[in-house]
């Protein structure tokens, strides 16, 4: 009691600048919002004696948002929550809206008081003055009031009072939205605004002890989109980042507030969800995920690309007491997704465990079987079907693993996809090739296989030529074989390069014909030279009159398009004769010859006799000239 007399007989100019220091204090010790303003009300209604003061802050869509209020009941203040400013919205609403005072002397008889006047009357407020809070650059962050149990007018040290105030809640609002920006870039992942692996690392914990205490299970759902990196890679990190964010509002949709979402980074996202009535909701939220995420998603510029996810799932307390523990397991079930067929989900299990370290281990040896030693090149020869004369060979990669022995390349391309050496082991075929190409009879071509990866390396033509002009192959020797996978990108980067390998003299061949997406419209855009029929149907079509009619239909393509084609996986007297009724021009196959080291065709390869000066197929780099 005397400290509030002792307060009531000090100068209003001292008992202000008090208060101005206890608030700064308090902004600066980092006390919370809605603390530092309730302090400030108290203190304001000490020295403005049959006052109720209220303060409300104007959020980003320009609503209302109560922050202290101490003497006036919750129920009001909730009754204010969430209105939109505007010129009849009572003394607060108003002053927010035109962004100056708003003095209502008597609220029964006030217009901008007609939707709001019971409540007030019901609790004795008969005048309400408010004044708007701004920050520095001008924005109107919310209102400071005065309310009076009897209809009147301000007095000058009132105003003074309540223009006070509303400087220091200027401050300490725009103090709490710097606080809340540095929270967000902290905690959010700045792409798609979802919380990132900090916010995840923050709060996990907490999250499980919550669940335990009531005895409720968590679960961990760890996504991976699948042929994200192509289409990265081919549609460019524009449209990478564009899928990422229709992804994250996927996701948005699908999960609960009470979920906690994360981007973990690169195209990994993780869903942290609580036990609701049973443990059902989790495959039902797998599911819904599995379907929704898996799709075509539509870019800028019209751009439509299909992507699929899979998803790994591991709970609390069974798989793992932590969160490294339970994204380890999650991880270990979305790598059985990726196994099985690429998309879907999985719950872990104990026995995924070993599978897991062997993939590991097995995508670890791809990666460093190069530097080994391990890799090596064999070579399949193509003939022309009608005088059955070797016209050149297709360089094949084979890995010698020092355990397992020859690994299919159906099993450890996908992997080196996977590790990202895709581009190394790529290079080291080509060079390879080009070597051997080097040693040949100048009328033998050599095709070798690049990945979509690699073509739209922003460095493969460059590779191309440098390796050409480093075995001094005439560049028409040499084939690239891409697959049809390459055109459902249909990307800016791919067609660059295949149009510098063009203007190199290379030509271009689609593998694997008829297996992919490629369309007629994309052929007639992409500079390609030749088709290659897939070998399945090839396998097929003597005894399947479908695969007969879609090898027909390739090679009569190729003709109306004037393009040779080549049939790959010709086993059989018999197929090569239909081949050749139908028009094929070329064809490659064990009938013709295995993949074999090229020693083994000593006799097809055996070289030309040398020239005293050899033909250079591209021009020298400058500081090469002089020795040439």
Not at 197 to 215: M, N, V
Not at 275 to 297: C, I, M
Not at 347 to 368: N, T, W
Not at 583 to 610: N, R
Request: with cysteine; hydrophobic share 40%.
């Amino acid at each position: 009691m005397i400290t509030k007399r002792k307060r009531r007989t000090e100068p209003i100019e001292k008992r202000l600048k008090d208060i101005q220091h206890e608030i700064l204090v308090a902004v600066a010790s980092g006390k919370p919002l809605h603390d530092v303003m309730t302090l400030l009300c108290a203190r304001a209604e000490e020295i403005a004696p049959g006052t109720i003061c209220s303060v409300i802050r104007v959020d980003s869509e320009g609503r209302l948002r109560p922050l202290a209020a101490p003497s006036l009941p919750d129920d009001y203040s909730r009754g204010i929550d969430g209105l939109a400013i505007g010129p009849m919205i009572g003394s607060c609403g108003s002053a927010a809206y035109y962004g100056e005072p708003v003095e209502v002397r008597s609220i029964r008889t006030d217009p901008r008081w007609v939707d709001f006047r019971d409540a007030a009357l019901a609790l004795g407020l008969r005048a309400c003055w408010s004044s708007p809070i701004k920050s520095h650059d001008g924005r109107v962050v919310g209102t400071f009031a005065f309310y009076f149990s009897t209809a009147r007018k301000p007095s000058k040290t009132e105003k003074y009072i309540v223009e006070l105030c509303a400087h220091l809640c200027a401050l300490a609002i725009e103090h709490w939205e710097a606080q809340a920006r540095i929270h967000h870039l902290a905690y959010t992942d700045t792409l798609t605004g979802l919380g990132n692996r900090a916010l995840l690392t923050e709060h996990f914990s907490d999250i499980l002890a919550r669940a335990h205490a009531i005895g409720k299970e968590v679960a961990v759902f760890y996504i991976d989109l699948d042929g994200f990196r192509a289409i990265n890679d081919l549609r460019g990190h524009k449209a990478g980042d564009q899928l990422l964010c229709r992804v994250a509002d996927r996701i948005r949709a699908i999960t609960g507030e009470a979920d906690l979402v994360a981007r973990l980074g690169s195209d990994e996202f993780l869903i942290v969800k609580t036990q609701g009535e049973d443990r059902g909701e989790f495959v039902s939220l797998a599911q819904r995920l599995s379907k929704q995420l898996s799709g075509r998603y539509g870019l800028e510029a019209d751009v439509e690309v299909k992507a699929a996810a899979s998803i790994g799932v591991a709970c609390f307390p069974g798989d793992g007491k932590d969160l490294d523990g339970l994204m380890g397991h999650a991880d270990t079930a979305l790598c059985r997704v990726k196994r099985d067929n690429r998309s879907g989900y999985a719950f872990y299990s104990c026995e995924m465990d070993a599978e897991k370290h062997a993939r590991r281990s097995f995508e670890r040896d791809v990666s460093l079987a190069a530097a080994a030693g391990q890799l090596s090149v064999v070579y399949q020869p193509q003939a022309h079907v009608e005088s059955c004369d070797i016209v050149g060979f297709e360089a094949l990669l084979r890995w010698k693993h020092p355990i397992h022995g020859f690994v299919s390349p159906e099993k450890f391309i996908p992997a080196a996809e996977a590790c990202g050496v895709i581009a190394e082991i790529g290079a080291f075929v080509l060079r390879e090739a080009l070597a051997q190409a080097a040693r040949w009879p100048e009328h033998l071509r050599v095709s070798v296989n690049a990945s979509p990866a690699q073509i739209v390396h922003v460095d493969f033509a460059h590779l191309v030529e440098e390796t050409l002009r480093a075995s001094n192959v005439d560049p028409s020797r040499l084939e690239i074989e891409v697959t049809e996978s390459l055109f459902i990108y249909d990307s800016n980067a791919a067609m660059r390069t295949l149009e510098r390998l063009k203007a190199l003299g290379v030509s271009v061949a689609i593998d694997d014909f008829g297996t992919g997406y490629s369309s007629l419209s994309t052929l007639r855009s992409f500079p390609f030279d030749r088709i290659k029929i897939d070998r399945s149907f090839i396998a097929d079509m003597v005894e399947n009159t479908d695969a007969a009619a879609i090898v027909n239909s390739i090679l009569s393509l190729g003709r109306a398009l004037g393009r040779p084609v080549i049939a790959e996986g010709v086993e059989t007297q018999f197929q090569l004769e239909m081949l050749r009724d139908l028009g094929c021009s070329e064809v490659q196959g064990y009938l013709i010859g295995k993949p074999l080291p090229i020693a083994k065709y000593a006799q097809i390869v055996k070289p030309a006799p040398k020239s005293e000066k050899r033909t250079r197929f591209l021009p020298p780099k400058k500081h090469e000239q002089a020795t040439v």
